[in-house]
Each structure stands twice: as structure tokens, then as C-alpha cells.
């Protein structure tokens, strides 16, 4: 599996959660990578994404300032540490890979995704 996330979970209002997307570095060389999450009944939607060196990172407005997402191509790693959550979090979030070094927030730039992990957060 390319792509491949862990650390969702059931956590209260105001708690934090890590997720991380581990993926193989002889298929992702010079990817931007970003998260995504969907929520029962809605479409997905686009969270936060990073360049290949990192040093680009695009947030999406209803989580900014809340969540931090960062990768570590060394260890071949992307995380997003979700800080301060609200039930309006909980939603499938997907990893997930584009073909560029520098990407946006729509789910049509990327290629590649990752299977996704449940958050749930509680009132």
C-alpha cells in the first residue's frame, strides 16, 4: 500500500489527535501531499496540503490555526496534529498524494490516497 494513515480515534471536544501517512518513497520521489476529510453525508473536503520540501503549506479555513500538517521525507511521513477539536471534525480523513511537487486543495490534483482513518470527536 503507497499510502498509508493511522492515529484516528474518539476523542472529547478541545482534545488534540496526531495522524500520520506513511507512504513508499520509491513511488513518491517529489510529491506535494495533503489530508482530506468526509464526513457522512457530505463530500470531501479538502483540509491541509504540503509541498515536497515543505516549505509550502495551505490550510483549509475552517481548520486553520487548529491543525499543523508536516512530513518528514527522511522517515517518509506526513502528519496532521489536530489541536483544539470540535465535533464538526469528526469525518473519514484520507492522505493522500498529487503528482506535482507543489499542490492545491482539490481532491482533483491528487492521484494517489490512502485508505482513511476514522476521527470522532465527542461534545
Known amino acids: 500500500v503507497p499510502l498509508q494513515a493511522s492515529g484516528g480515534g474518539l476523542v472529547q471536544a478541545g482534545g488534540s489527535l496526531r495522524l500520520s501517512c506513511a507512504y513508499s518513497r520509491r513511488i513518491f520521489s517529489n510529491n506535494a501531499m495533503g489530508w482530506f476529510r468526509q464526513a457522512p453525508g457530505k463530500d470531501r473536503e479538502f483540509v491541509a496540503a504540503?509541498?515536497?520540501?515543505?516549505?509550502?503549506?495551505r490550510y483549509a479555513d475552517s481548520i486553520k490555526g487548529r491543525f499543523v500538517i508536516s512530513r518528514d521525507n527522511a522517515k517518509s511521513t506526513m502528519d496532521l496534529q489536530m489541536n483544539s477539536l470540535k465535533p464538526e471534525d469528526t469525518a473519514v480523513y484520507y492522505c493522500a498524494a498529487s503528482q506535482r511537487s507543489i499542490s492545491g486543495s482539490s481532491p482533483m490534483d491528487y492521484k494517489y490516497w490512502g485508505q482513511g482513518t476514522q476521527v470522532t470527536v465527542s461534545s
Open positions: 504540503i509541498s515536497w520540501r515543505g516549505g509550502d503549506t
